[in-house]
């Protein structure tokens, strides 16, 4: 088959199927157009799931009517200064997104330059561009989508529902939103206002938190950790929520790099880094960072959507995310989100209307006439006297009884605080594991047989070529064949640990390209381990003094609220709180 040159309409499409994925894709790209123009305020609006009509209205700096007629020709833009693409300070710059949104859509576009007396008006109909003519609008831009895919139907079969799209929609909009502060923002879906913002007074720590609260929810305000970090002219700041705010997913998570949100790799991998233990596998943090560096130090131009970046100094971005939030996360000390007590109230409340659980359901099936359950047994509750009334002052309170030898019950001035005395002792024993790492290095023993770990011939050879890093951390490996090595020593720490198992997970990690600091975190993970088998265990009886003890530990060590995987280790139940469930207020 001859080669020949394809029409510019049909090009136009190729395009729009990059540029265009969805409904949420247009509503992304003309907003961004308007932050790009200078707007103060932004309105969104969009029926039957943006497929009937997108509308995005901004009173930015407007387009005359020169300008007005290149805005839909392909690669056309005003944000390029000169042919430098090292130099991106926009938002847009590909001169993509209007010529591929009118070679699908029904694309109007109505504009007034900032300080014209006329506006002008331009349609574009599935490509076909129509005559520029006079319209009636103040300074800004309107730009209207109606009939989204209508020539391209076999896009239209991958659509989901209204629902889902109309909320893909809502998050591009919060996205942008939470990025610029600075500008007012609605959206409205049919005929309700679902989100309306006023702009932010400038100083993100200081103002920024109660509009986050808008988007993330008043619970993110109530939990987050003020972050901010610099190295050189790299520079993160934001809020992050404790380590037990989190969520089945990663919607709740905002990364934003000179302003532009963004969904990279990178910088999901380094909030993982940041948190680490501190949150269960499955669940994803809540937080709002911003990053800046110089824009020659990031390459925006990886993908149509700009969503995906890449950095000139990527590990130092990384290290730079994780350190700010480790130190974030560790200046909380023992604190626990707030919503941990409100969600214990809720299924401790039965909803009127319920009845209570049959007598089957407690195993009384065949003991018709069985006598009230006695007492407890002394083994299954220790009082502990309140001679010591001061001690309740404490952020944690005094004990005062352990159940089935697992929970303490402690007292403070004004609330009731139940701790999993082994879930907070793992932690005490890992934090302390880890600061003697820290400061002294892990001592290493020679193994009196050496381990051989059969790999592929890859990951053998990426380990082999850490070995000197690894060395530096108490793990002596070697080249052992073309697919395997040979390690010789190991940390102390390790005792009888799994060996082959920590090696395979190494060089999984090391694939990510990430380097040593995976190799300390793969450490880490083993300190977790003998932590876990080195703490108070449940099931054993504590004296009182052994119970305060281990309550002052909490409230002197980093991350305690949280066990090894992520768990809490206590909740707190206001006073308060505890009478209302009883009616007493």
Excluded: W
Excluded at 308 to 330: C, K, S, Y
Excluded at 489 to 504: F, K, M, S, T
């Amino acid at each position: 088959m001859a080669i020949r040159q394809l029409p510019p309409n049909l090009i136009n499409r190729i395009a729009a199927g990059e540029v265009v994925e969805r409904p949420a894709s247009v509503v992304k790209e003309l907003v961004e157009n308007a932050i790009d123009a200078g707007a103060s305020r932004i309105d969104v609006m969009a029926n039957g799931g943006g497929l009937s009509l997108i509308r995005v209205s901004d009173d930015g700096s407007g387009m005359d009517r020169d300008d007005l007629v290149l805005a839909v020709e392909r690669h056309a833009t005003s944000k390029l200064k000169g042919d430098d693409l090292s130099h991106i300070l926009t938002l847009g710059f590909r001169g993509e997104a209007l010529p591929s949104i009118a070679a699908v859509a029904r694309l109007t576009i109505m504009s007034r330059a900032r300080g014209a007396d006329r506006a002008y008006e331009i349609a574009v109909d599935g490509g076909r561009k129509g005559q520029l003519k006079p319209a009636a609008i103040g300074e800004g831009t309107r730009i209207e989508v109606r009939d989204l895919f209508y020539a391209t139907p076999a896009r239209l079969k991958f659509m989901k529902s209204e629902r889902a799209e109309t909320a893909a929609i809502a998050d591009v909009v919060k996205r942008l939103a939470l990025a610029n502060p600075e500008i007012a923002f609605s959206l409205s879906t049919g005929d309700r206002a679902t989100l309306r913002l006023e702009p932010c007074p400038s100083g993100l720590l200081d103002h920024g938190l109660a509009r986050l609260g808008r988007i993330l929810g008043e619970e993110f305000v109530t939990d987050a950790l003020a972050v901010r970090a610099a190295r050189g002219s790299l520079a993160v700041e934001g809020f992050a929520g404790l380590a037990t705010l989190h969520r089945p997913n990663s919607l709740g998570q905002h990364l934003v790099v000179n302003g532009r949100p963004v969904r990279d790799k990178l910088l999901a991998g380094a909030v993982r880094g940041g948190y680490g233990d501190l949150v269960p596998n499955g669940r994803h943090p809540m937080l709002a960072l911003f990053l800046t560096l110089p824009p020659d130090e990031v390459d925006v131009n990886v993908h149509p959507a700009k969503t995906e970046l890449r950095f000139r100094d990527a590990q130092a971005v990384r290290a730079l995310i994780v350190t700010a939030l480790h130190e974030a996360l560790g200046s909380a000390q023992h604190r626990a989100t707030a919503s941990l007590s409100q969600e214990a109230l809720s299924r401790m409340t039965r909803p009127a209307g319920v009845s209570m659980p049959s007598r089957q359901a407690f195993g009384f099936a065949d003991r018709a006439q069985a006598p009230l359950a006695p007492m407890p047994a002394p083994s299954a509750v220790t009082h502990v006297g309140a001679d010591d009334d001061n001690a309740v002052a404490y952020p944690l309170g005094a004990a005062r009884a352990q159940v089935h030898d697992t929970f303490i019950i402690a007292e403070t001035e004004n609330s009731l605080v139940i701790v999993d005395q082994h879930a907070a002792h793992e932690r005490l024993v890992y934090e302390r594991l880890k600061n003697a790492f820290a400061n002294g290095g892990l001592s290493r023993q020679m193994l009196l047989i050496p381990e051989v770990v059969e790999l592929d011939a890859e990951a053998a050879e990426r380990l082999a070529g850490a070995a000197e890093e690894l060395e530096r951390l108490g793990l002596v490996v070697e080249a052992f064949g073309p697919s395997a090595v040979v390690v010789r020593e190991v940390p102390a720490l390790l005792g009888l640990g799994n060996i082959q198992g920590l090696v395979r997970d190494l060089a999984d990690e090391l694939a990510e390209g990430e380097g040593s600091l995976v190799v300390s975190e793969g450490l880490d993970h083993v300190l977790s381990t003998m932590a876990c088998h080195g703490s108070v265990r449940a099931g054993r009886r504590l004296n009182a003094t052994e119970m305060n003890a281990l309550l002052r530990d909490m409230e002197e060590t980093p991350f305690s609220g949280q066990c090894n995987h992520g768990r809490p280790t206590y909740v707190e139940l206001k006073l308060s709180d505890i009478e209302k469930l009883f009616q007493r207020r």
